[in-house]
């Protein structure tokens, strides 16, 4: 039974609880004992936290954008480790704001994957993290009303007060339902707002709704069967079979309850989504079109993403002149010019690269078309152990391994998410890059095929293949040793195609962005300090002996002026404590066709794959004045291997260095966040190794075999 | 007995039961609304029928073979 109540009046009503004044004359069973509560139901303690919740695809996004405009910020849950979004709201006749939250899509509160586990615990167990929701706006869609209520029934019996928003309502219409409001507020027993996320009707009267909800005067809703929702933790016991009894006598009382609320007013029934599907998910337009849209995005990022990303290079190389041209010469203003500002201007190219592919992925999101490549491409991933619902992660990898982790969650089959995670990883990130356009510019021709096709953008098109290749190789390797745990099922809505949201997708684009700066920012921000740090200083003085011998053999082999300041750059380095470290890992990696330089930033980029430049662009200029990047590739191209005296980015060495980099695992971001995901060090460390052996395997085979050529 | 992944594209059926399983699947399949006696539509099937779409009220459920064998049909 629900708690007993203690018999206090209600301190404030509402002027829209009016319409629900006839709330007690329903004749339902299970709810007839609840009727006395009903009236004098005690006000709620006021609340600060209130979070939207409800089915995936109701419109409950494009509702919280409504509610809450621009203000809208990623918030890290603490205790349950999910990001959402929130934004914090004035209301009238609030003295403090409220924090509303958008919490994921789910169907039900027996959670089928880690993002619905996630909110279910928030929900049933508040205690899970220190900022979970108080009260809730349940986000009911009038086009599928009776699984929408499915949920709603659930949370009625909690103890969590409850508004409902009935969304969709204009399509809804266009299908030919008519809805009645008043009756199905009247029948619940609770507050139903009717509202419109883009035309804004409604949105008044959910605002009203909300300040009761967070001064505590929204009574409580019927609870709907007499039993209140266990929680989950506390009954592991409770069956699948028990469950599924209780879903049944949900429905059944919802059919009850529902009876009359909604009306086929006319036959109209074929929405412009039946005859769109008839064309994207045919088993040979299909594939055609999404072939077509995959070769768009490609473009899109590649193409249209090179100059807003020439512009912030050129950009930073400028304000480094700037800076070292002005600033007078002393360790700090050094540490600024070849440690900061180049780590800082390293994550700042990727934006618009991250902010397209975010932008582009969200489109296909909100559109409705990325649930049809789920189902086209289901088939096909499954052979991999994969699940259709892998291409998002895949194909958000290309931008950052990090979201696309963690958009693995919508997965259900935990063998299908545990591979997506580990595989993701191989998917060329925009990390890559930077480092592929360095190492290419070494060793390919800049020549064109056919006259049209850059031979070099060739090269770069066949890394992205490549990493494509392992990422699926390595799945169906994976798949032959993890055990399948569960059932390999995939449930998955495919909503109605519906026109973008174009504010809100460059929001969203716009706040991940800010979140890969601001993480990946510290990580390099700390790295670039570090080597600076540590290439520049040495053990003892055995820097300054190393000077000193450098300008003796200068002066006696009379190198021109440029000669003698590269080798006493070359001599300061090699002392330094992270020549010591280049030297020390050298025997491991002068197989692969690298020298100790190349170790040092091989060691840097294990933190962050994306320092390599910035470390060679270090390494190349400690001591000297800064570099633009093309001073940094003729620098490349003409270091001479001092034993052999050839030149040690040939493409044998380059070429090398690419397969390294495509295949490594080199991100702590990366590595924190499957450790997080899988819940284990073991799987995070394992992924680590084996792509650092893979690598190293690849590696030796290219420049063995190339170098022979 | 019928289930729907016996059902052609396009056709009409009444589901009588959902068979269990490990429990799990079919909860979800009651749960996203395939209840006895509610009426389904196929209205997608990709080669070989795996996955394919499943209308039920008006929302369209992707789902694998394997889980429309569940869902016994009248």
Redesign the interface.
């Given at each position: 039974m629900q708690q007993p109540f203690p018999n206090q009046p209600e301190t404030k009503k509402a002027p829209s609880l009016d319409a629900f004044e006839g709330a007690d004359s329903i004749a339902v069973e299970p709810r007839k004992a609840l009727e006395s509560l009903v009236g004098n139901t005690p006000p709620h303690k006021q609340v600060r936290r209130i979070a939207l919740v409800g089915n995936p695809n109701t419109g409950k996004s494009s509702l919280f954008n409504a509610l809450t405009g621009l203000h809208q910020k990623v918030g890290n849950l603490a205790g349950v480790t999910v990001d959402v979004f929130e934004a914090d709201l004035n209301l009238p006749g609030l003295s403090a704001p409220i924090t509303l939250q958008d919490l994921p899509g789910l169907?039900?509160l027996?959670p089928?994957s880690a993002d619905e586990e996630i909110v279910t615990r928030l929900l049933l167990e508040p205690t899970a993290s220190s900022e979970a929701p108080e009260a809730i706006v349940i986000v009911a869609d009038a086009?599928?009303l009776?699984?929408s209520l499915?949920l709603y029934s659930q949370l009625a019996d909690t103890n969590l007060p409850i508004v409902l928003a009935l969304t969709m309502a204009d399509v809804a219409t266009g299908?030919g339902?008519q809805t009645n409001t008043t009756l199905l507020a009247t029948r619940l027993g609770a507050r139903v707002v009717s509202v419109n996320g883009r035309s804004g009707e409604g949105l008044a009267e959910l605002n009203k709704e909300l300040v009761n909800l967070a001064m505590g005067t929204v009574p409580k809703v019927a609870p709907f069967l007499n039993t209140p929702l266990p929680v989950p933790s506390e009954t592991p016991e409770l069956?699948?079979?028990a469950?599924?009894k209780a879903?049944?006598a949900r429905?059944q009382l919802l059919a009850t309850l529902l009876e009359g609320v909604q009306k086929q007013v006319t036959t109209t029934r074929v929405h412009v989504?039946?005859q769109l599907?008839r064309v994207l998910?045919h088993?040979i337009w299909g594939y055609a079109i999404f072939l077509l849209v995959l070769f768009a995005i490609f473009q899109a990022v590649f193409t249209l993403a090179a100059y807003p990303m020439d512009a912030l290079d050129a950009g930073v190389s400028w304000f480094t002149q700037l800076l070292s041209a002005n600033l007078p010469d002393s360790w700090l203003s050094r540490l600024l010019v070849e440690g900061i500002v180049p780590g800082i201007g390293g994550v700042l190219v990727f934006i618009p690269q991250i902010f397209l592919l975010s932008a582009l992925t969200g489109l296909l999101e909100d559109t409705g078309y990325m649930?049809r490549v789920?189902?086209?491409t289901?088939?096909t991933m499954r052979r991999f152990g994969l699940s259709?619902r892998s291409v998002v992660p895949l194909f958000s990898g290309l931008a950052c391994s990090v979201p696309a982790i963690m958009a693995a969650r919508t997965i259900e089959n935990r063998r299908e998410r545990l591979l997506t995670i580990l595989v993701t990883p191989f998917m060329s990130c925009s990390a890559r890059l930077p480092v592929f356009t360095v190492l290419i510019a070494l060793a390919v021709p800049d020549i064109y095929v056919l006259g049209i096709l850059s031979l070099q953008g060739l090269v770069l098109l066949g890394a992205y293949f490549i990493g494509t290749f392992f990422a699926l190789a390595a799945a169906w390797l994976l798949k032959q040793f993890v055990r399948a745990r569960?059932?390999?099922?995939?449930?998955?809505?495919?909503p109605l195609f519906k026109a973008p949201r174009w504010q809100a997708l460059l929001m969203e684009a716009y706040l991940k962005c800010r979140v890969f700066v601001l993480d990946a920012g510290k990580v390099i921000l700390a790295v670039s300090l570090l080597l600076w740090l540590s290439a520049s200083y040495g053990p003892g003085l055995a820097m300054d002996r190393a000077r000193l011998k450098a300008t003796e053999l200068a002066k006696a082999q009379k190198l021109p002026e440029a000669e003698a300041a590269a080798l006493l750059a070359t001599a300061e380095l090699e002392a330094s404590y992270a020549g010591h470290l280049g030297r020390v890992i050298e025997p491991a990696i002068r197989p692969l066709g690298y020298d100790w330089k190349i170790g040092i930033a091989l060691i840097a980029s294990f933190a962050a794959r994306e320092v390599f430049v910035g470390t060679m662009a270090t390494i190349y200029s400690v001591g000297q004045a800064p570099d633009q990047e093309a001073t940094l590739l003729s620098r490349m191209r003409t270091a001479k291997d001092l034993e052999t005296g050839r030149p040690v980015y040939r493409p044998s060495v380059a070429f090398s260095l690419i397969v390294f980099y495509l295949l490594a695992q080199q991100c702590a971001s990366t590595f924190a966040i499957v450790r997080r995901e899988t819940g284990s060090w073991g799987w995070a460390t394992g992924q680590l190794l084996g792509m650092a052996i893979l690598a190293w395997v690849c590696s030796f085979a290219i420049y063995q075999v190339m170098d022979r050529l | 007995m019928r289930t729907v992944a016996d059902l052609k594209k396009g056709e009409f059926a009444t589901i009588a039961s959902i068979t269990e399983g490990d429990g799990e699947v079919s909860l979800k399949l009651l749960e996203m609304g395939c209840l006895p006696g509610c009426r389904v539509r196929v209205s997608q099937r990709a080669t070989g029928g795996c996955p394919l779409c499943l209308e039920v009220d008006s929302a369209r459920l992707t789902i694998r073979r394997e889980t429309a064998a569940q869902i016994q049909l009248l």
């Open positions: 169907y039900s027996s089928r086009t599928n009776r699984r499915f299908l339902l069956t699948n079979k469950k599924a879903t049944m429905y989504t039946e599907d998910l088993p649930a789920i189902f086209l289901d088939r259709g569960g059932n390999a099922y995939l449930m998955l809505e495919l | -």
